[in-house]
């Protein structure tokens, strides 16, 4: 039962241009939203977070946003730069459950 | 600096070995988390606890078994590997300190890489 799913496993984007990274959830109990960011050989790295009673949440380059009625959200990031090119992965929690997609590989060619 | 170490990032073995893979952390978290992940596949929790002698089973069912005798440390165990068991293995761990939007955030280790003949 994938509770969170990451339709695109990966995306490739111009240095400078947006990259939109989308995540679908079907648990309306989920009440934070997580995106974390993953360098070969390396743990992921929290990046960005929401709460489900807010719709946009924005840190630097990094904006995340959620749509409660689609059960949908998405990260931006702008400008784009090589050094994001990495796998990120949406997480949803509900209390101490945390469900994790399966993540979507970014490439930001420069 | 990383703050929460995993051994031997990579092991290739045979089957029927017993096997740990070492987690520790250095940041006094009460909670650790076991994830399983394979290539293109979402992570799969597989044992956490939430402080000294308590461990549960996560939503994926595994065959590895957990311990909490420290805080700081977290080791899972493979009784007998087999081929099935090869994954990428991720610890992690988090406090209760929430970041501006109300959420718990893990820190994860760098993973183990487990490969089974």
């Known amino acids: 039962d994938q509770q969170v799913k990451q339709n695109s496993p990966s995306l490739s984007v111009q240095e400078g241009r947006i990259s939109i990274l989308n995540c679908d959830y079907t648990?309306?109990?989920?009440?934070?939203f997580l995106w974390y960011k993953k360098y070969p050989a390396e743990g992921p790295t929290f990046l960005i977070s929401?709460?489900?009673?807010?719709d946009k949440n924005e840190d630097g380059r990094f904006t995340v946003f959620l749509n409660k009625s689609a059960k949908h959200l998405s990260l931006h990031i702008v400008p784009s730069q090589p050094g994001d090119s990495a796998v990120y992965f949406c997480a949803a929690s509900a209390g101490n459950d945390m469900r994790f997609g399966a993540g979507t590989r970014l490439t930001v060619k420069p | 600096e990383a703050d929460i170490y995993q051994t031997p990032r990579y092991l290739v073995i045979g089957t029927g070995k017993k096997i740990t893979l070492e987690c520790s952390q250095t940041?006094?978290?009460?909670?650790m988390y076991w994830y399983q992940q394979d290539p293109g596949m979402e992570l799969h929790l597989i044992h956490y606890s939430y402080g000294v002698n308590s461990t549960e089973k996560g939503d994926l069912s595994s065959e590895s078994t957990v311990s909490r005798i420290r805080t700081e440390h977290f080791p899972l165990t493979l009784e007998s590997a087999r081929p099935s068991h090869t994954s990428q293995y991720l610890c992690a761990s988090s406090d209760e300190v929430l970041t501006s939007s109300g959420a718990n955030v893990l820190t994860f280790g760098a993973g183990s890489r487990l490969t089974v003949l």
């Open positions: 929401i709460s489900s009673i807010k």
């Open positions: 940041m006094g978290h009460d909670k």
């Open positions: 648990n309306s109990m989920f009440d934070y």
